[in-house]
């Protein structure tokens, strides 16, 4: 191991908001004084401590963030998207990222030291980036090495895990994608070699099964039955030596909390409900799920598909819920209804609302700098060898 091992513990439940692991995407506290969510203040005390930072703040609000925080976003995007937008604000002293602690933990790779990157809430977290532990990802590398496939294998991690994943997988020549570059992120990996060996005769996919069978199966013509799963809570993942040797695709046994509930059932429920429907969702829904749809993309192809759709066109979209309210108000000529009624907000996200935001600027605007995320320096320069690969992919 060449950089510091992050602390690792047990996947224990922790409740959003208690207890602390900083080193982890899970629940960690959130100090300070929060303005009451009933203050009829709190968009006006946004304004002004929005206004009194100016160009020493920059504000990324994610797609999936609440109306009351994304209308004081100074761009918004996915997480690919955002990541570069806080890359080119060099003269930002201060990044206030909307977001999910993965993303804000990118934002402070790609940043320069000079810069402070602030999460309004520590316990923003994401369920999936949790669902890959370093331990564990350490230990399935030495599971992949006894099958004698470590050699031969690219970790390819989703934009969306821990930094401390992102270092492993720089470590390992791997790179970081996102659902916008998956296709190609895995293109690049089977045709990579690996530290002057034989290359990327197979992938370690972290941490979503699902957009890494999905970008297999439909996207390269890789048969599901050349995709594998290990799952970290089984011995050895669950999986035979020779299960190893034989697949091209190792998945992680990990998905999103929210897309991860969208079934083929919608699917069909959806087309009987509104005749001529098109279904849109996103890769990170199960496989099934996309076989279903008209449709599959990331947040960035769901909007613009949204935006050029023509009037009197109905859609059904598998996604999170704040961006399937805000497409359809933003559509009004257009039916756009969100796939399945009873799939909630991503919880994690949602935490980021108006007190926390006012909070953040507030404490900004009088150079107290609070929640602020920092990733290790020598974890730092291994997940941006990651990033910078996936910023490089042709
Ligand atoms: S929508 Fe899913 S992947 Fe995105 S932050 Fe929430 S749990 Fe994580």
Redesign the pocket.
Known sequence: MTFTEPVSTPLALLLLGRGSEPASERGVDCPGELPPASDPTLVARARTAREALGDRAFVLGHH?QRDEVIQFADVTGDSFKLARDAAARPNAEYIVFCG?HFMAESADVLTSSAQQVVLPDLAAG????DMADYQQVVEAWDVLADAGVADVTVPVTYM?SSAAIKAFTGEHGGTVCTSSNAERALRWAFDSVVDGGAGGQKVLFMP?QHLGRNTAVLQLGIGLDECVVFNPHKPGGGLTPQQLRDAKMILWRGH????GRFTAENVADARRRIPGVNVLVHP?CQHDVVLGADLVGSTEYIIKTLDAAPPGSSWAVGT?LNLVRRLADRHPDKQVTFLEKTVCY?S??NRIDLPHLVHSLESLARGEVVNQITVEPRMAANARLALDRMLALP
């Open positions: 999936y999910v994401c369920s999936m980036a969306n979503d999103c909390s929210v897309h990170e999170e991503c994690t996200m």
